[in-house]
């Protein structure tokens, strides 16, 4: 599922090809990704406009087509972009595609059809209808502080509680306990400010990693825990085998060692 880091590279990569150029087409091969927007009306609002910029937050993209009109993209369980140069062949699942006048296409695939296309007039405004939390990669120390010391709960299912800290999902949620040396029932009120000082810092170098290298999990380090999640796995510090558990909601690995329940 696209977490955070997926959709800053996939911000990263629309900004680096479809900003700026005329939309001359849209094409909406399956409706179900379109919220509160008919395919007639997307176009009609879309054609002749230009995306100008883009903005994220939390797994949110919000692309800028003019000053009270921004698309917004969300990924769900496997939604990506893809740019195709005239002619390329168009995935099977492209289920939206933006036509330029350069005849290049942007492509909203989306295999598993959890994915969201929607017209918006104010992105702040979207954000506290939603009442998102500050987003996890720009969230200052002092925030992380305030809003993890404050709540009751287990860290992983104060880390995936978009409301709380927006962008985080299940498997960096995973990886940022396992750096920080912490287990995911450990309970938000035990830690000490230093130990919320390690948790932001973890949270922040985990996430800035995989935007680096594009999330790309063959290039993640070999001291994380991300690629060895799953049935057989072991730690990567340790090499106890890991072990797993449903904590908010979610199946968790980590390893009984090397993370702590404070
Ligand atoms: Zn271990």
Redesign the pocket.
Known sequence: MPELPEVETFKRYLDSRSLHQRITGVEVRDAYVLKGVSARELARRLKGRRFENTHRHGKHLFVRADDELWLRLHFGMTGSLEYLKRDEETPKTARVLFTFANNGRLAFDDQRKFGEIELIEDVDEFLQTRRLGPDAFEISLSQFKAIVGKHRGTLKAILLNQQLIAGIGNLYADEILFRAGMHPAAEAPSLSDKDLTRLFRATHYVLEKAIALKTDFNRLPKSWLLTRRGKGGR?P??G?PLQSATIGGRTSWS?S??QKRI
């Open positions: 730690c510090r340790c106890r390893c060692r090397c």
